[in-house]
Each structure stands twice: as C-alpha cells, then as structure tokens.
C-alpha cells in the first residue's frame, strides 16, 4: 500500500504547522507524503517577510510581530526546526535562542484628565521573570488561576502602600487575604467560588467609596485606581461565570462582549474604555470594519477568549512575556521550517495559487483542486533566499526577499514591470492550470488558508454544507496597516527614556509601538546612518467600492498610510518622542528610511474573535469533508483568537486529525 498524499494549501503558519507535524517522524514520512502549496515566491501568509536589497537589506512586515511567553506551541515548533536543521557553521542563529530575546517591559498608555486638560501617560509595566522555557510543558494546577488572581491584586495593593493610609485602609483589604487562605486551604481541591466572589465584592465596595480622592490625588493614584477597578471587576467575572466551570468557563461567556462583560460585573465607567480593557482590543485589531477612532462604539472581543488570553500572559509565560525576534518573522521562523520540510522530503510548490475546490457529486468530499500555475521558472525550480550578514564577524542569514528574484522566472522582467504582485489575489498572471484529482494526485487536502480567501474557490463547499458556509460568511475578518521608520537618532536622543519596550493603548489608528533598534545588525544600513528602528501598526478602514479590487490597489492604499502616519505622528509622537517634535510638527529630516503598508488581501485580513461568532468556527478535524482538514488562527481550538500559537497549534491538530483518520482506515494484518 502507498503513502497518503496530503496537499496542503498554504504557506503561513498553520499549513507549516500541519506539513512539520505530519512528518516530524521516521513513521510519519513513511506514511504520508506531503505537499506544500503557496502563492507567491515566499512562505509566511501575514506572517511573510521580505528584505529590501536597495534599501539597506532592511526588513519589510506585515505588521508588528511578538511571540508572547506562553505560546508553547509555536516554540516547540520553532525550537524544533532550528535543532533539527542541518545549518551551516557560519549561519548567525544556531539555536532558537539565537533568534529571540526576552523582553520584559509593556507599555500602555492612558489619557488621565487633570487641571481641566487630558494628557498621555505612558505606564511602563515590568514583568519578572518566570522559570522554565517557552515551548515546555504548562502545569498550571487545577487552582492556578484563581491563586493568581488574589495574588496579582495582592501584589497590586502592596506595590501602592505608600499612598495615603486612610484611602487604602477603606479597601477592605482583609477579604483578600481570607480569599488568599481558602485557595490555599482547599490546595487542589475544590474552591467555593461564590465565598471568594462576595469577598472580592466586599473588597469593590470600598474600593469604589475612596474612587474619587483616588483620582485627584495624582496621577499614580490614577493609575493604582486604573488597574485596581479592573482588576477587581475581572476577577470577580472569572470566579462567578468561569472558574467554577472548569475548560469549559471561558466557553460559557464567549457570547459576550468583553469590555461589557466588565461592566456587568462592576467596573466603573471611569474605566470601562482604560487601557486595561483596551489591550487586547489594540493588540488584536477588535474593530467592526477596521474602525477604531470611535473608541469603544465599534469594539468587540469575545469575553471568554479575553479573559484567558490575559491571565496566560500575566500567569503562564515562560522566562519573559514577550519574546522579540532577531530578524524578519520569515527569516526567524519561515527559514528553519522551508529547510527542515525540504530535508524530510517535503514536496513545495511556489507560485501556486488556489482558484477553485470541487466537491464531488454527493458533497461529501474534496474531488478536484484547481490551481493557477502563477509562472515558468528558468530552471524548472525556485531558490527563494538571499543571503544577508548579519553583525561584524561574518555571520549571515538565508532571508526572503520583499519581490521574486526575477531573473529565475520565464518573462520575469515582463511580469514585474506590468506591475504584478504575485502574492495579491487582485492582479492574474498565469502560466498555465494545474488540475488535481482525488485518487490521483492527492488523498486529502488541509485547507491553511483564512475563511475570506476561501470564500471565492471554495464556492461548491459552502453550497455543499452549511456549516462550512456559516464559518466563512460568519467569521470577521480586517484589513490592518503598518508603519516602519528608520530613525537617525537613537531612541534615547528621540526623548525615549524607558528602554526597549512594545506599547498598545494609544492614540487610534496607529495604537501599537515595538521599539526594534535591535534589529539594526540584521540589516545593511551605511554605519551610523540608522540609530533605531521603529514599528507602528493599527486597523485599517476598508476602502470605497466592495471586491474584487483592482491590481495594485494595496500598493496605492500605502500611500494613504503614508498620508495618515504622517498626520497621526504631527498629532500625537511628541508623547513618546519628544525630541523629534520641530515648531509643532514630527521632524521628518530625522527620518532616514520608512515603509508603508496595507495589508488587503483576503490572506493578509486580521480574522478577529467577535462575541457570537466563536461557536460557528470548524475544528480543523471537522471540516464537513471527509477527505479536508482545516489549518489557521480561523479555526476552533484554544482560545480561538488571531495568533500565531493557536495558527501552529490547529495546524497541528489537522495533522494528529489526519493521522488518527489515515491509521483507522488502514486495514490490520
């Protein structure tokens, strides 16, 4: 009997995913051979990144991209690839350590009226570090997240007892400490939730009595009172609608609402829309339409999915809370994953894009994949890399490029200058059609692409089952925008004085910072021209008329970006950096680089964890098909929300999907 021919279609994260666990063993490549599909001359998806050789090799993303300290999945995944790879000696990152640093510092911002007048405050939150390693194992114990939550109020209050002791004595403080005892009384067994509930209430009560002499007292009072009203208002919702439910708690209010969800169980209004709440909102582009500048009007976010989300990142990060890579996201992840998958004999096709799936004549399976055959290549093959040094002492990188290297593909000249962008959805260039057939070409196919770039090829499925259709119709989706800067100062002579950070909270659209000046060796740039290097990234409206658009029109949005940025930094940099601020404007001169980007593609959409929309999501083992598995940040797992964890981890799962059916259907001796 011959292997199972599994194609995967997509190249980001979750077909990746899904194409290294379906052969991380000897046993596995003997069972299955894999196909790797892609559009384009790169891997990635929303995650690819490019170097720009004219201009100082310097790295070109999609957006802001962090590991957060508890994405276990996708560092098993990344740690395995770099051990597993073969690399050569001179290459600069040897291990998984080498191309990510811990970063232990989050700023959020928040807008403290005082006097009259709003002014930005930057709350520069420093994270300890926590033992073990991004990737191992979680033991959080069935009580874990309850103890934490005391004990970060707890924390809270101690961190605050310098302010005056006739406020905070009003706090019922004793209730938290009896709450303390109960959970480690009950050790592992079971908590009375509704007893740690009333306590917690207690404690709101009189929190809420000395609000006011709170906020006038300064403005660190102002943030003690910020972080205490959210704090209690989120504890209290976790031990009366989740904890006592077990994995199924966050489930149960998903429905909802997050910053309502809040409200519902106390916060004040002071703090409904702080930037506490607005974290994650920031963090995961939570706007209706991409349209962030009415505040909370057009915010959503799934509450259950909220909840967990912040108390992994404030409980179960590993060593740091965030970890930066030290180059591109293509160059740090996509490199080691292309070279591990060639050497275990995976099979990847560039410059493929999928144009139609067809269903067979009951429904009831993937019959035919219709691919677009994008270009000829020169030599009948693809090498995707460039090589760029990397620091002083010769090391270097295998990097992707921001365009195709056209001197390898057939009209390659011809095709750049008709201003085709291959990886856009939007411009046809075609060498041909590539038609696969089930029982002949492939067994079972993972479909890695997002429900928006579905929609269109996938037309027979969603007729075929309803299901299928509800998750593409049902699931949001948003365009985002990002802005680079190449700065000729440093951070410091910017009037940055907080050190290396990553920010969220600000001024809509561009509300997220990553300070990444240490990327600088990664790159090319003429000795002491560049000093810092800069990431903003935002939502981003939808542009006039509906699709399909027309070739090139993300190219032409960058310029609107360009506009904008350019507006939002005269309006609102001095804030961070006020040394960059010359007669009431963002000095420009001061800029030596910058790269604009809007992202529009259906495969570059944020897909976003709207409450009522969670429970429409597949599992990537459930996709109505009995021959198609499901691969993406889209599908039901975890938490459900955009990320690169839950991409690798429903990647996987398709895979242990996939092998579980394949190893049930082979027939015994």
């Known amino acids: ?73 996708a560092f098993r995944m990344v740690r395995g690839a770099y051990a597993e790879w073969d690399k050569p000696a001179d290459y600069a990152f040897q291990t998984w350590q080498d191309a990510f640093r811990p970063l232990y510092q989050v700023t959020l911002m928040q807008d403290i009226p005082r006097f009259g007048k709003t002014r930005w ?137 997050f910053r309502e969800w809040l409200q519902k169980n106390g916060i004040s209004e002071t703090f409904a829309w702080s930037a506490p709440v607005r974290l994650l909102y920031d963090m995961c582009f939570s706007y209706k339409n991409g349209e962030a500048t009415d505040g909370p009007e057009n915010a959503r976010f799934a509450a259950g999915a909220a909840a967990e989300i912040l108390l992994l990142m404030g409980f179960a990060y590993k060593g740091a809370p965030l970890w930066k890579m030290n180059a591109g996201m293509g160059d740090t992840v996509f490199t080691p994953a292309w070279f591990v998958l060639k050497q275990r004999g995976v099979d990847i096709k560039l410059f493929h894009r999928l144009t139609k799936l067809e269903t067979s004549e009951n429904g009831a399976w993937v019959e035919r994949v219709r691919l677009n055959r994008q270009v000829d290549l020169v030599n009948g093959a693809y090498d995707p890399f460039v090589k760029v040094g990397y620091g002083d002492d010769g090391k270097w990188l295998y990097c992707w490029p921001s365009e195709p290297d056209w001197s390898q593909i057939v009209d390659g000249d011809k095709i750049r200058d008709a201003g085709i962008n291959l990886e856009s959805v939007f411009c046809h260039c075609t060498a041909g059609e590539s038609v696969l057939e089930v029982g002949k070409d492939f067994d079972l196919v993972v479909l890695a692409m997002p429900p928006a770039a579905l929609a269109d090829p996938a037309a027979e499925l969603m007729d075929a089952n309803l299901r299928f259709k509800q998750m593409v119709e049902v699931t949001p989706a948003v365009p985002t925008q990002a802005v680079q800067l190449w700065m000729t100062p440093s951070i410091e002579e910017m009037g940055w004085k907080a050190g290396p950070t990553a920010m969220t909270s600000y001024v809509e659209e561009l509300d997220s910072w990553g300070e990444m000046s240490h990327l600088i060796p990664a790159e090319s740039w003429p000795p002491g021209t560049v000093k810092a290097v800069e990431y903003f990234c935002g939502t981003a409206r939808w542009p006039a008329g509906a699709p399909p658009y027309a070739c090139g029109l993300p190219q032409r949005m960058a310029a609107d970006v360009r506009r904008d940025a350019t507006q939002w930094l005269n309006a609102n940099i001095g804030v961070l950096w006020p040394n960059t601020v010359k007669d009431g404007v963002f000095d420009q001169s001061q800029v030596y680089s910058s790269y604009y980007r809007y992202n529009l593609d259906p495969s570059e959409l944020y897909v976003q964890c709207f409450p009522a929309t969670v429970e429409t999501r597949l599992t990537p083992g459930d996709s109505g098909f009995v021959n198609a598995f499901l691969a993406g940040d889209w599908t039901r797992t975890w938490f459900s929300a955009g990320s690169a964890e839950i991409a690798v981890l429903s990647g996987k799962q398709a895979a242990e999907a996939i092998a579980r059916q394949t190893i049930d259907l082979t027939p015994s001796d």
């Open 1 to 73: 009997m011959g292997k199972t021919r599994v194609l995967v279609l997509g190249g980001g994260l979750g077909g990746v995913s899904a194409a290294l666990t379906l052969t991380a063993t000897e046993a596995l490549r003997e069972t299955f051979d894999v196909t790797l599909v892609s559009h384009g001359w790169r891997l990635g998806g929303k995650g690819a990144s490019g170097r720009n050789a004219k201009q100082g090799q310097r790295i070109e993303e999609h957006g802001l991209h962090i590991f957060l300290g508890f994405y276990d999945n």
């Open 121 to 257: 405050h930057s709350w520069n939150l420093d994270f300890p570090e926590r033992s073990g390693t991004p990737g191992d194992p979680r033991s959080l114990g069935p009580n874990g997240f309850a103890a934490f939550l005391i004990g970060a109020l707890q924390n809270l209050v101690a961190k605050h007892d310098h302010l005056p002791g006739h406020l905070t004595a009003k706090l019922g403080l004793d209730a938290l400490d009896k709450a303390r005892a109960h959970i480690e009384e009950a050790g592992d067994g079971a908590l009375d939730h509704g007893l740690i509930v009333d306590l917690l209430k207690l404690v709101q009560k009189g929190f809420q009595a000395v609000l006011e002499p709170l906020l006038k007292l300064s403005d660190e009072g102002w943030e003690f009172a910020c972080f205490a009203d959210f704090g209690l208002a989120f504890a209290i919702g976790c031990f009366a609608d989740v904890l006592p439910y077990g994995k199924d708690g966050f489930d149960r209010i998903n429905g909802e609402d």
